[in-house]
């Protein structure tokens, strides 16, 4: 990983760019109360599971991205294994190898507007509570099940 948090509380990362790395831009673990400026990557992990940006291990609340820009990589943003409280302002992401955009075992996890293209699937929650995607002009939440 280009950036990694463990048991972090208060912290300000700003842009991450990284390319060709065989993990994430960004990875923050059981992490809170900080912030991430934009998020570049290109072939992140490509064709495995890692993400561009991704939260997991109870990771949260209180932590906001300003963009993630994510091409060819294995996902997009990943936010899973009970994260909570994240907020993530924009996305551009296409051409993923998977998910462009993937909560899983997820609360309260946001992202506000963007693009994704080209992933398999675009969009997916899965086992989440609070969660809302607004891209594409359409907002996804488990709810409603558009996927």
Request: net charge positive; hydrophobic share 30%; with cysteine.
């Given at each position: ?5 463990y048991g972090?509380d208060?912290?300000t990362?700003?842009n991450v ?12 673990n059981q ?7 934009t ?6 992990n490509?064709?495995?599971?890692y ?11 209180n932590?906001?991205c300003?963009?993630?820009y994510s091409?060819?990589?294995?996902r ?8 909570n409280?994240?907020t993530?302002n924009?996305v ?9 955009i993937f ?5 309260n ?11 398999n699937?675009?969009i997916q929650?899965v ?8 891209v ?8 409603n099940?558009?996927?």
């Amino acid at each position: 990983h280009a950036v990694e948090t463990y048991g972090v509380d208060g912290f300000t990362i700003g842009n991450v760019t990284a390319n060709n790395n065989p993990g994430c831009a960004v990875l923050l673990n059981q992490s809170r109360n900080g912030s991430v400026g934009t998020v570049t990557g290109d072939r992140n992990n490509n064709g495995g599971g890692y993400a561009t940006f991704r939260v997991a291990n109870n990771n949260g609340p209180n932590v906001t991205c300003t963009k993630v820009y994510s091409r060819n990589s294995g996902r997009g943003f990943f936010s899973v294994s009970g994260s909570n409280g994240c907020t993530v302002n924009t996305v551009d992401i296409a051409n993923n190898t998977s998910h462009g955009i993937f909560l899983e075992d997820a609360s309260n996890t946001r992202v506000n507007a963007g693009t994704v293209s080209g992933c398999n699937p675009n969009i997916q929650h899965v086992r989440t509570s609070g969660c809302r995607t607004a891209v594409n002009g359409q907002v996804y939440t488990a709810a409603n099940g558009r996927w």
